[in-house]
């Protein structure tokens, strides 16, 4: 019993580890293919084989000492994302890692990462959930942990009410398989507006295997550039249509 015990295990660790030289590898192409986003890819390379602890950022960045003072009162990582500016500007100046949470704004939404930092948000049960007229995604990791990809997803990375959704300069990272499969991002359409939705995905590194859009409302526009998939199925899907990008 003993010897199977320590077969299986050795077993489950090197189907993680092949998981794991696939994605490095493809980030490396990754890297060659989007060499502006060296950076962002390099850090998310380093994020994927560890997982973060209360002393250890997932993501060179700023030193702990340096925490934004928004943030002073959370003495180790994970930390809790601050409130949105009166402009609705989400401004993280640390690596994280990050917690999820709810975040409402008037008009426009922006999570952003500062100059030379690029944050980790780490997703365990709970996705991040946004709600704004235009949300903005820029130079941010967006992913799954470890525990929660072995366990399997019950949710998205993101839930968004908006109209518009902007993702530039981010990794929006899921490597799990087991089903149901879950989408990035799940768009439960314009919140209080009914006009047609608007996509739009730049400079951005995607990886998943369930569809990484998924919208319930009707889309008007959709713009996708320098934006690299690894992963099955489709690329968009969008409830009440019988075919999917």
């Known amino acids: 019993a003993v010897r199977a015990r320590d077969w299986s295990e050795v ?7 092949a998981r794991v030289g696939v994605v490095l590898g493809l980030i490396a192409l990754a890297v060659i293919w989007f060499p502006a986003n060296r950076g962002l890819l390099l850090n998310i390379a380093g994020s994927t084989t560890d997982e973060p602890t209360a002393d250890e950022p997932v993501a060179d960045g700023v030193a702990t000492s340096e925490v934004h003072s928004d943030i002073e009162a959370f003495q180790s990582p994970p930390y809790r994302l601050p409130a949105p500016t009166a402009d609705g500007v989400v401004l993280l100046e640390d690596a994280g890692p990050w917690k999820p949470s709810d975040v409402e704004a008037n008009g426009a939404l922006v999570i952003r990462g500062a100059p030379g930092v690029v944050p980790v948000i780490v997703i365990e049960t709970e996705p991040l959930r946004l709600a704004a007229d235009v949300v903005r995604l820029e130079n941010v990791v967006i992913r799954r942990s470890n525990e929660s ?9 993101i839930e968004v009410a908006t109209r518009e959704l902007h993702v530039e300069h981010c990794v929006l990272m899921d490597r799990g398989t087991l089903q149901p499969l879950q989408p990035l991002v799940h768009w439960a359409g314009g919140g209080t507006s009914s006009a047609p939705v608007n996509l739009k995905c730049a400079d951005s590194f995607l990886v998943s295997q369930g569809a990484p859009f998924q919208i319930e409302d009707a889309v008007q526009m959709v713009d996708i550039q320098q934006t690299l998939r690894l992963g099955e199925g489709a690329l968009l899907e969008v409830a009440g249509t019988t075919g999917a990008i």
């Open 11 to 17: 077993w489950h660790a090197g189907k993680r580890w």
């Open 149 to 157: 990809v072995e366990a399997g997803a019950a949710a998205p990375l």
